[in-house]
């Protein structure tokens, strides 16, 4: 499986990205899939995942209320729209493909990885 990340940018302290992620090689579309972020200096940390039917999602305390993962499996695709932004969500956000039968909160039971996207918020 390949993922291709998109949508990063620089915004605003309050403004809002959308990310997508697109799976080419294989389909995704009986796998949890999962967002994860690393800010400079900073370990790889779980934002947001969901299960392969979409019925179930999970987040970060820190981005709960404010961010939204969902997936349109016809496309492959997963994404993140991030609303509220601040300074503390600057970090290169990559998604990822777990085969998992649950979704995982930890990096370690995802399998495959996309190359990620910069986001940053500025003041």
């Known amino acids: 499986v390949q993922l291709q990340a998109s949508g990063g940018g620089l915004v605003q302290v309050g403004g809002s990205l959308r990310l997508s992620c697109v799976a080419s090689?294989?389909?995704?579309?009986?796998?949890?899939m999962g967002w994860f972020r690393q800010a400079p200096g900073k370990e790889r940390e779980f934002v947001a995942a969901?299960?392969?039917?979409?019925?179930?999602?999970y987040y970060a305390d820190l981005v709960k209320g404010r961010f939204a993962i969902s997936r349109e499996n016809a496309e492959n695709a997963v994404y993140l729209q991030m609303n509220s932004l601040n300074a503390s969500d600057t970090a290169v956000y990559y998604c990822?493909?777990?085969?998992?039968?649950?979704?995982?909160?930890?990096?370690?039971?995802?399998?495959?990885w996309g190359q990620g996207t910069l986001v940053t918020v500025s003041s």
């Open positions: 990822a493909v777990s085969r998992f039968p649950l979704c995982g909160v930890v990096a370690a039971y995802y399998d495959y």
């Open positions: 090689q294989h389909t995704i579309v009986s796998y949890n």
């Open positions: 969901i299960s392969w039917s979409g019925d179930n999602t």
